[in-house]
């Protein structure tokens, strides 16, 4: 087998990967365990980042999106929208992309909405597109990174934080956030 094609199959089997259970939400509850980790981990690695959660209107949780692609990608991930420490909504949030791509990778997201206004705008929305519905400002963080929350002046930030696998990206995409578990 050429390495070419080792490298096709090992892309394809990282895409099935990380949409295996896209097609069905995980229940509610364990989304709110995943989130309540996520939102542990968050705080334990990240200073600053219990000063940005409690400026915050409202927190929508991604505790991990999973991407894959050769050539042609795409990610998913299931999460929760918190306010006032209580989980109100469930969310998908899902992207595809074409172009100079090629790994998997999965990571922690966190968008903050630091305006009441923006919060608002997101929970009435039907389907809600990051770059074309609402502009977010993104910081990618590391363990033991640290939020300047002076700096802190966008309507709604999104934190990245504990990637893991390694993609190598130069595509144009935008994430599609739908809601998910319709009560």
Known sequence: MTATM????????????????????????????????????????????????SRAAGVLVFPSIKKAGIGIGGEYGEGALRIGGRTVAYYSSAAASIGFQLGAQARRQIIVFLDQKALEKFRASDGWDIG??????????????????????????????????????LALEGSKISRIHED
């Open 6 to 53: 080792k490298g096709f199959l090992f892309a394809l089997a990282a895409c099935l990967f990380a949409f295996a259970g896209s097609a069905d939400a995980a229940s509610k509850s364990k989304i709110d365990r995943r989130v309540d980790k996520a939102l542990a981990e968050f705080r334990d690695q990240i200073g600053g980042a219990d000063a940005v959660l």
């Open 132 to 169: 074309v519905d609402a502009s977010v400002a993104v910081v990618t963080l590391d363990a033991g990174g640290q939020i300047d929350t002076k700096e802190l002046n966008q309507p709604i930030v999104a934190f990245i934080f504990d990637g893991k696998g390694l993609m190598y990206n």
